[in-house]
């Protein structure tokens, strides 16, 4: 069964330093989407990419953050200057048409722990 | 208006029981509803869905409830089994959008 693939699955960094997150989304999917879960609470969207760019990015998504297709197959987040309060699960997800007309999935997560 | 409320936030149900999750929401322009079930450690998965034209859909031994006059919507879980231990999240799209909002999530555990 195809799956979204996110590497690493834990990160742990200084506050202040950059992060990337990488996802492999679905190979023949062309919605890309990053999502984010502070630990006990619920899910919140970020970031919605297609067509290499963003499609709609919610008011967590600010200049420190910034998403990325560097190539064919990998999807990015990076997050400059991380603080205290970017600690969360951070799930990347993608669909083969927008969301609500195809089902998103989800990679399994990278544990973003700054310290 | 972008909220979606979830309840319980647990839920203990014995085994073969029915487990109950309800939803409610404001935004009238939310037009496709969601739900997903996660393990710990792994990401959420979708369960299934409805959109407001249908009152109830219904897949195996899971039953999405929808009230659109009231803006509620339910998941229910019959024949409750050990495996289905997990948090369970409601969602809503709204049209127009890419974004799935969620709800705050209900941790079930049933209890073999």
């Known amino acids: 069964e195809p799956e979204v693939t996110q590497t690493p699955s834990h990160q742990v960094t200084q506050m202040g330093q950059e992060v990337i997150l990488r996802c492999v989304p679905i190979?023949?999917?062309?919605?890309f989407y990053w999502y984010r879960q502070i630990l006990g609470q619920k899910v919140e969207f970020l970031v919605s990419?297609?067509?290499?760019?963003?499609?709609?990015k919610s008011e967590i998504f600010d200049d420190q953050f910034s998403v990325e297709r560097p190539d064919g197959s990998n999807f990015t987040l990076k997050i400059r200057s991380t603080k205290l309060e970017d600690s969360a699960m951070y799930f990347c997800?993608?669909?083969?048409?927008?969301?609500?007309?195809?089902?998103?999935?989800f990679g399994q997560g990278t544990r973003l722990t700054v310290v | 208006q972008q909220q979606v409320k979830q309840s319980p936030q647990s839920l203990i149900v014995q085994k073969g029981g029915i487990s109950i999750i309800n939803c409610a929401y404001e935004?009238?322009?939310?037009?496709?509803f969601p739900w997903y079930q996660q393990f710990p450690g792994k990401g959420p998965a979708l369960l299934i869905a409805i959109r407001p034209d249908v009152s109830e859909k219904k897949e195996g031994r899971f039953t999405i409830s929808f009230n659109k006059s009231a803006k509620q919507f339910s998941l229910h879980i019959m024949d409750s089994q050990p495996g289905d231990s997990a948090t369970y999240f409601c969602a809503a799209r709204s049209t127009g959008t890419y974004k799935y909002i969620f709800g705050t999530g209900t941790r079930l555990k049933v209890l073999a």
């Open positions: 935004n009238t322009a939310f037009d496709y």
């Open positions: 997800a993608s669909s083969g048409a927008p969301a609500g007309r195809a089902e998103a999935f």
């Open positions: 190979s023949n999917h062309l919605y």
């Open positions: 990419f297609y067509n290499n760019e963003i499609s709609e």
